[in-house]
């Protein structure tokens, strides 16, 4: 991975940042959606610059299926054409979540069997992988670095640096469509054993793993990271 890279892209946010990542990484690089509440803005901007960029949707077999419904709507009104849907293995499900309630038990365990294993299976021979996650939302997320090295590969934020407001008001200027459960009270959408209604625009996860100390599934934890770029927000 070469660093000096990287310095093209300092300062850059957003659309700015996603399109010469996929210039730069053509065929290299893979986005990663939930399909959740926020997820239409960033999935926007890659299908601005490339449609046929691969789009990763870790299908836990837990999703609300209304998740389901407003991926195929997104995939649809976004003319994305490289869905890839990743499910976990079915070995290790038998093995390990036989009854399907494992993240009743052990909601670690769980979320590594149903999404860390899987991508990092999909992310297989991508030099680059993009996701939408925000300061915003706090928690370990509060210090989230634009650019950063992951397990080799470089890992790309566009929306680190915006708010709420800045998600709403992008939505609203592209006429991009709500995911159906933010109108009766979800701000942040995950599996549905994991995900209450509830949370504020200032505190959007309050409603994920609610009453435990959980904050993240673990799909973005890498033991050999480290960030190479913090650019300004503009
Ligand atoms: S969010 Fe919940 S249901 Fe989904 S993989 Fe993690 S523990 Fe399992």
Redesign the pocket.
């Known amino acids: 991975m070469d660093s000096a890279l990287f310095e093209t892209y300092a300062g850059l946010e957003g659309r700015q940042l996603v399109e010469p990542v996929l210039r730069d990484f053509a065929g290299r690089t893979a986005v990663v959606s939930s399909f959740g509440a926020e997820s239409a803005v960033l999935l926007h901007m890659v299908a601005s610059v490339d449609r046929a960029t691969p789009v990763i949707f870790l299908d836990?077999g837990?999703h609300f299926w209304e998740t389901l419904s407003y991926r195929a709507k997104l995939i649809d009104r976004l003319g994305l054409t490289a869905l890839r849907i990743v499910s976990p293995d079915e070995a290790h499900l038998a093995a390990e979540d036989p009854d399907g309630a494992?993240?009743s038990r052990n909601?670690d365990a769980?979320?590594r069997i149903?999404?860390t294993i899987p991508l990092q299976k999909a992310l297989a021979g991508f030099d680059a992988v993009i996701s939408g996650r925000k300061r915003y939302h706090g928690a370990a997320r509060a210090t989230l670095d634009f650019l950063s090295i992951s397990d080799g590969r470089l890992k790309v934020e566009p929306l680190a640096g915006f708010s709420a407001l800045d998600i709403q008001g992008y939505m609203a200027t592209h006429g991009l469509p709500p995911h159906p459960l933010t109108g009766i009270g979800y701000y942040s959408i995950?599996?549905e054993?994991?995900t209450a209604p509830g949370g504020t625009a200032a505190q959007p996860r309050a409603g994920r793993?609610a009453g435990t100390s959980k904050t993240e599934?673990g799909i973005h934890w890498s033991h050999n990271g480290r960030a190479i770029s913090q650019p300004a927000r503009n």
């Open positions: 836990t837990k494992l993240h909601a769980c979320c149903r999404k995950g599996c054993p994991c793993w599934c």
